[in-house]
C-alpha cells in the first residue's frame, strides 16, 4: 500500500517571506516516482517535479526547490521569496506504476 | 499545444438526477484518466483508459458511474442516479503513455454539486 502524507494543512506568508511544504510518503516497492503539483484557484493541477527512488539529488529551478531524503521518505518543496502568485494548493504524489497516490494538499496563502 | 478540455466546468443537480461530464485529452495521448477530487482531499483515481480500452476501474463505483473513451479519443463519465456525497470536482487528466514517469496533464475540471 502506498500513502502520502502533508501533514500541514494551510500555511500563510507573507511575500518575500520562504516557504517550505512537508511530504512524508509510505511504500513497500523499491522503484517508485514522487511528485509535486500546484493546483491554482483555476483547478487544473499543474505538474512541477518527478523525482525516482534512485536519484536523491536534490533539484533548484528558479524560487523552487526540492530536498528528496530516502532515509526519512520526505520530499519537501521550498518556495524562496514567495510571490503572491505562489498562492495555491500544492499537492504530493506517490506512484510505482500509472496510479497516483496523492496527499490531501497543503494551501499555501501568500499576503501582499 | 492545447491543453485538457472539460466541459461543463460546474453542474448543479439534485440527487438521484443524473449527470455527464466530458473530456478532451490532448491530441496524441493515449491514457486518459478521470479523477475524483472531495473538497479538501487530494484527486483519487476513478478509471484510467489506454486507447479506448480500460485499465483500471477498480476505485469506480460501478453500480452508479460509468465511464467511455469511443474511438481512444473523448471520453465521458456519467453519474446515475447521483447521491449527495458524488459533490466534488471531477478532474481529467491525459499523458502519452500509462508509464509512471510519464507527467499527467490536468484539465480544469467539474465541480459538481449535489442537492
Known amino acids: 500500500a502506498q500513502k502520502v502524507t502533508q501533514a500541514q494543512t494551510e500555511i500563510s506568508v507573507v511575500e518575500k517571506e520562504d516557504v517550505t511544504l512537508d511530504c512524508v510518503y509510505e511504500?513497500?516497492?523499491?522503484?517508485?516516482?514522487l511528485f509535486w503539483y500546484k493546483q491554482p484557484p483555476s483547478g487544473e493541477l499543474v505538474f512541477l517535479i518527478r523525482r525516482n527512488s534512485f536519484d536523491e539529488q536534490n533539484e533548484i529551478s528558479g524560487r523552487y526547490s526540492w530536498n528528496f531524503q530516502k532515509s526519512t521518505s520526505s520530499f519537501n518543496f521550498t518556495i524562496t521569496a514567495s510571490q503572491v502568485v505562489d498562492s495555491a494548493v500544492y499537492f504530493c504524489?506517490?506512484?510505482?506504476?500509472?496510479?497516483?497516490?496523492f496527499g490531501a494538499g497543503t494551501t499555501v496563502t501568500v499576503r501582499a | 499545444e492545447a491543453g485538457v478540455a472539460q466541459s461543463p466546468r460546474y453542474k448543479i443537480i439534485e440527487k438521484r438526477q443524473s449527470v455527464a461530464f466530458w473530456c478532451n485529452p490532448i491530441s496524441g495521448h493515449a491514457t486518459l484518466y478521470w479523477y475524483q477530487q472531495i473538497l479538501g482531499q487530494g484527486p483519487k483515481l476513478l478509471i484510467q483508459f489506454q486507447n479506448n480500452g480500460v485499465v483500471d476501474d477498480s476505485q469506480l463505483p460501478k453500480d452508479r458511474f460509468s465511464a467511455e473513451r469511443l474511438k481512444g479519443v473523448d471520453s465521458t463519465l456519467k453519474i446515475q442516479p447521483a447521491k449527495l456525497e458524488d459533490s466534488a470536482v471531477y478532474l481529467c487528466a491525459s499523458s502519452s503513455t500509462g508509464t509512471p514517469y510519464n507527467e499527467q496533464f490536468f484539465g480544469p475540471g467539474t465541480r459538481l454539486t449535489v442537492l
Open positions: 511504500t513497500r516497492d523499491t522503484t517508485y516516482y
Open positions: 504524489a506517490l506512484t510505482n506504476d500509472y496510479k497516483l497516490s
